[in-house]
């Protein structure tokens, strides 16, 4: 399935670093999330965004920083990140941003935040 | 509020054998149900969804769920399972009223497939 896409698949980082994560998505959808998923607990929906304009924050810290230049792409920029930030983050993206619009799952960013 | 459960978080089958993942929400308000497969080192892909009609939703690999409104149950099932069907399993819900896209999920069933 190469339908969403994102880089990189592994990533190392210090509590001081900046990094970027970036999720492209091939089918033409119009809306794009970033989710979270840790060991033992649900996934967690972090941001949505529907036609470049994000139209969720589920409370996220502002140490997580979403782009959406376009509805092809969307980035999680990453700073000052702790430890209990360490988790696969998920990109996905939709047609729409209804209820019945499946999400499309990219093979997520495995993080590690020393 | 809604919450979805999982009872199980991991449940072991000998191939060829019938499997039963079980999923219960709750909701003040009516809700479109999916489950979701994850094989390792894999993002989410949907295996089925209920949105309304018939309460039995087939999907893709062999897998069917019933939806169960007075029980507000989802459970999966297969009739016969393969080594291939390992993976964590996911339910999610989504609330029709206020709750937009936004998908909340339970916490996992891992099916292990042993022969």
């Known amino acids: 399935e190469t339908g969403v896409t994102q880089t990189p698949r592994h990533l190392v980082m210090g509590m001081t670093n900046k990094k970027s994560l970036k999720c492209e998505q091939h089918l033409g959808h119009n809306a794009m999330y970033w989710y979270k998923q840790s060991a033992k607990k649900p996934l967690e929906l972090m941001f949505v965004y529907n036609f470049k304009e994000q139209t969720e924050n589920n409370s996220v810290p502002s140490r997580f920083s979403p782009e959406c230049p376009n509805s092809s792409h969307l980035f999680l920029h990453l700073h000052t990140l702790q430890p209990e930030d360490s988790a696969l983050y998920l990109c996905a993206s939709s047609q729409g941003a209804g209820a019945a619009d499946t999400q499309y799952f990219g093979p997520g960013t495995r993080l590690t935040v020393l | 509020a809604q919450s979805v459960t999982q009872l199980d978080s991991q449940v072991p089958v000998f191939e060829e054998a019938p499997v039963e993942l079980r999923c219960n929400y709750s909701s003040s308000v009516s809700v479109y149900l999916f489950w979701y497969v994850q094989y390792p080192n894999q993002g989410l892909q949907l295996l089925l969804k209920?949105?309304?009609?018939?309460?039995l939703v087939k999907g893709i690999n062999g897998f069917e769920a019933e939806f169960n409104k007075s029980q507000t149950s989802f459970h999966l099932r297969k009739p016969s399972v393969h080594i291939s069907d390992t993976a964590e399993y996911f339910c999610?819900?989504?609330?029709?009223?206020?709750?937009?896209?936004?998908?909340?999920f339970g916490t996992g069933t891992q099916l292990k497939v042993e022969l």
């Open positions: 999610a819900v989504i609330r029709l009223t206020g709750g937009g896209n936004k998908l909340t």
């Open positions: 209920y949105l309304s009609g018939s309460t």
